[in-house]
């Protein structure tokens, strides 16, 4: 029989603070009309000064636990995909743990810019397929406000903060149906955040800011997420009109218009949370698909296709029964 993972249950967490266009207008040079034109994104979520990437990714998990309706303690392995985590370490997966008060299981982080959530995704599925693990909880978390140059009219008004949980377990009925990622090391310059507190002295005054050439990450991630569609469909041996719903990386309305025309998809089966949270990095996959199931546009049977595109660069898809 095969050995399948499922979603049991999805959570998600947006901080308090709304900031909208007119705020950023105030910050920058820039207008509502412009970044709302350009990106799609009205308002995003700004974390509050005691929040961290764990406080969000706990609230986010145990809406998930509880979704599922299962024990926390029942979680054999915690995968958290950030690239804003609280310490080098321990890492954001061993805080979560603690947080959560599980004793026994094993937690760790994945670092894959905004398609952290799909190789999380990914791995779990391949540890649950092999029988080395049986409930994984899959968290993006991220504070990007915290890395984000309110002075950069390129970058800051685009990224908001957030987190989103789900929880997989093991299953015999059809859950996860494939997961595709891949790395392409040769764009660093099109995006990058430095580490200051490592740096040589070649970038010892690099301050620790997101850095894009928007307008060139913007071509390569359109190309290579309908290379990714192609890739998803072929290896499930799938045509356009077998999928439901598609959950994308939310960084621009043109660049998801772009990925729904490549599947023949109307607008109307994108799930879309990029207006009110603008580009949340590793969580946005993993919230939009708790906002779509938890409004109940994702029914129980359909397909859904995840997929994102990030700093690496590094893209992937996740094709699921949900
Ligand atoms: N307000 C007003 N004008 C602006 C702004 C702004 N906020 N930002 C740039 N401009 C200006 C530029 O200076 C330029 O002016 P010029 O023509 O006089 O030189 C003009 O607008 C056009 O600039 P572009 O950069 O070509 O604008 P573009 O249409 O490409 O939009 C954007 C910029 C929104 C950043 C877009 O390129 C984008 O979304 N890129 C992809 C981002 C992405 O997907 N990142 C990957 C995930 S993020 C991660 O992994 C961390």
Known sequence: MTRYSRVIGTGGYLPEEIRSNEQISQLVDTSDSWIFERTGIK??????????????????ARQAIEAAGCDAEEI???IVATGTPDRVYPSTGCLLQQR????????????AACSGSIFALSIADQYIKTGAA???????????SRIVDWTDRGTCILFGDGA???LLAASDE????????????????LLYCPNPQVATEANKDEA???SMRGNEVFKVAVNTLGRIVDE???ANNMQQSGIDWLVPHQANTRIIAATAKKLKMSMDNVILTLENQGNTSSASVLLALNEGVRDGRIQRGQVVLLEAFGAGFTWGSALIKY
């Open 43 to 60: 308002n995003r979520r700004i974390a509050g000064p005691h929040e961290t990437a764990s406080s969000m990714a706990e609230i986010a």
């Open 76 to 78: 054999d392995l915690i």
């Open 100 to 111: 959560l008060g599980i004793k026994n299981c094993v937690a760790f982080d994945v670092q």
């Open 134 to 144: 049986s409930k994984v909880l899959v968290v993006g978390s991220e504070l990007c």
């Open 164 to 166: 989103g949980a789900l």
């Open 174 to 189: 059809a859950g996860i149906l494939s997961t595709h990622i891949h790395s392409d090391g040769q764009y660093e310059e």
């Open 208 to 210: 620790g800011f997101i």
């Open 232 to 234: 998803t469909l072929e």
